[in-house]
């Protein structure tokens, strides 16, 4: 037993890192808001994207588009999946590691997201409720993550500048 508490003793004794004792007491900028929007949806991007993707294929059997249109559109699809998977890896890193570049990227990619849900929420060809509940729920999520990364930002910034 005095071993054991002697060992513990030593242990707590030791000296701190530098870096640690720099880092002791620093505030922590990072938005929780912000991450757990982030975390919800990159599971709700991705079932966003198969069901939409499950979806074109029920149009494409039960519906009649126009010349190109129904590959126009899955482009358009498979090309929003790359750019929202982008857009929410550069916000949370940009969170976690308290960073205004990334966040604020991600806050650039928001526009082209917003536009495309839009998109696909009135003006694809055919547009089902399924459709308008699933793009007025990522509407939703890329307007509330672009609001929570501005604040992120400024808060970063005023944070490192004082």
């Not at 002791?24 to 938005?31: E, M, R, V």
């Not at 090309?79 to 976690?96: D, H, P, Q």
């Not at 991600?106 to 009135?122: D, E, H, K, T």
Request: hydrophobic share 55%.
């Amino acid at each position: 037993f005095f071993l054991i508490s002697q060992a513990l003793t030593n242990q707590t004794k030791r000296a701190v890192p530098r870096q640690q004792m720099e880092d002791y007491g620093k505030t922590i900028l990072s938005s929780l808001p912000l991450q757990i929007l982030i975390f919800f949806n990159n599971w709700f991007s991705l079932a966003w994207f198969m069901m939409n993707f499950a979806l074109y294929i029920y149009k494409g059997y039960h519906f009649h588009f126009p010349y190109a249109a129904y590959e126009w559109e899955l482009c358009m699809l498979v090309l929003m999946a790359f750019i929202e998977y982008s857009r929410l890896s550069l916000a949370s890193r940009g969170n976690r590691t308290e960073q205004i570049p990334p966040l604020l990227w991600s806050v650039a990619l928001a526009v082209p997201m917003v536009v495309g849900f839009a998109f696909f929420l009135a003006l694809q060809t055919y547009v089902l409720r399924v459709d308008v509940v699933l793009n007025t729920i990522a509407l939703c999520f890329v307007s509330l993550e672009l609001l929570f990364s501005v604040v992120t930002s400024m808060s970063f910034y005023r944070g490192f500048t004082g």
